[in-house]
């Protein structure tokens, strides 16, 4: 079997780390938090991001990361998506060319707006790239619930062999060829997963919400096909499925950090509660630049952005995407 090296070892990394030691393969996790390291090796757990556990014996956990990349063939990188680069500037020198990454990060970098991808091409320009998207709580994926999603690569022989790889009878991957469609999509729902949360937070029901996220899905589509994704793919597990899960489970630590600033919490109190990176506030400052630098329409990220970042009042940013001229749905 071929190794396996997971760089984090936070929900997401465990919960697939664990999907493939159970699969037989050697898995690596790299992770800076000692207490984390020690917890996966001596106890099988990992109790700081998913209680409960059961870890498997060929999993092992390293502080050092050559140690857990040591003759690895697949890195995944499990890390936030404003640490992609720093990561991949730390392994530059220590993973072969042959090495597949795969990130399961959502989002854009900041100032350079460029997809995940397009980060880690700029530093490991030699290495083979594929992006894990779609519909997928780590808690329900280290359990077994069945659960879908895509691999996306500008080399589709690099992502059918991460189908390969990650594919069981409880976790079906697709693959898809449209990596700009796909990339765009898991990360402006992490936007509308936010604001989806704020609505929540403030009190309003399920009308609120089946209108935000039909609406997010014009949004989504809008800036997903100026950048060149494909519009069928917005309607996807990696668009669509994933604009559901985050927007309607408690697991989203967008929701949830969202539900805090619609009670009115600031975004670093709400993050700090929430106690892991909440995607969708850099999302939401990444694409308001993006949009305003293009011209974009997006209005909900424009409003969620004022109340984040501006301290709009979301009772008054809902009430100004209401009262916004009349127009036609289908525009």
């Known amino acids: 079997m071929e190794k396996v090296t997971f760089l984090g070892g936070g929900s997401f990394g465990t919960a697939l780390s664990i999907l493939l030691a159970n699969k037989g393969y050697d898995v690596s996790i790299w992770d800076r938090d000692e207490k984390v390291v020690d917890e996966i090796n001596l106890k099988r757990t990992n109790d700081k991001y998913i209680k409960g556990l059961n870890i498997p014996k060929n999993v092992t956990a390293f502080t050092s990361l050559d140690k857990a990349l040591k003759e690895s063939r697949y890195v995944i990188l499990a890390v936030p998506s404003h640490v992609i680069r720093i990561i991949c500037e730390n392994i530059l020198s220590k993973i072969n060319k042959d090495a597949i990454i795969i990130s399961i990060a959502k989002g854009i970098e900041e100032r350079t707006n460029l997809r995940i991808s397009e980060v880690i091409k700029s530093v490991l320009p030699e290495n083979e790239v594929v992006i894990l998207s779609g519909p997928s709580h780590a808690e329900e994926v280290a359990l077994g619930i069945p659960t879908t999603i895509v691999a996306s690569s500008d080399n589709m022989d690099s992502a059918k062999r991460v189908q390969d790889l990650f594919i069981t009878s409880n976790f079906r991957v697709y693959t898809n060829d449209d990596l700009i469609g796909v990339e ?86 709400a993050s700090e509660e929430v106690g892991m990176v909440v995607e969708g506030i850099k999302a939401c400052k990444a694409f308001y630049e993006l949009k305003e630098k293009e011209n974009i329409s997006m209005p909900i990220t424009d409003v969620l952005y004022k109340v984040i970042f501006m301290n709009k009042d979301p009772e008054e940013a809902v009430l100004e995407l209401m009262e916004r001229e009349k127009k036609s749905e289908l525009l």
């Open 184 to 269: 765009i999509g898991g990360a402006v729902k992490n936007i509308i997963a936010l604001a989806a949360g704020v609505s929540d937070g403030i009190g309003y029901g399920d009308n609120t919400k089946a209108a935000l996220m039909t609406r997010a899905m014009t949004e989504i589509s809008r800036i997903g096909l100026k950048m060149g994704g494909r519009l069928e793919t917005f309607y996807g597990l990696t668009g669509m499925g994933d604009l559901i899960v985050t927007c309607t489970s408690m697991h989203s630590r967008n929701r949830r950090a969202g539900i805090l600033i619609g009670k009115g919490y600031t975004k670093d109190e």
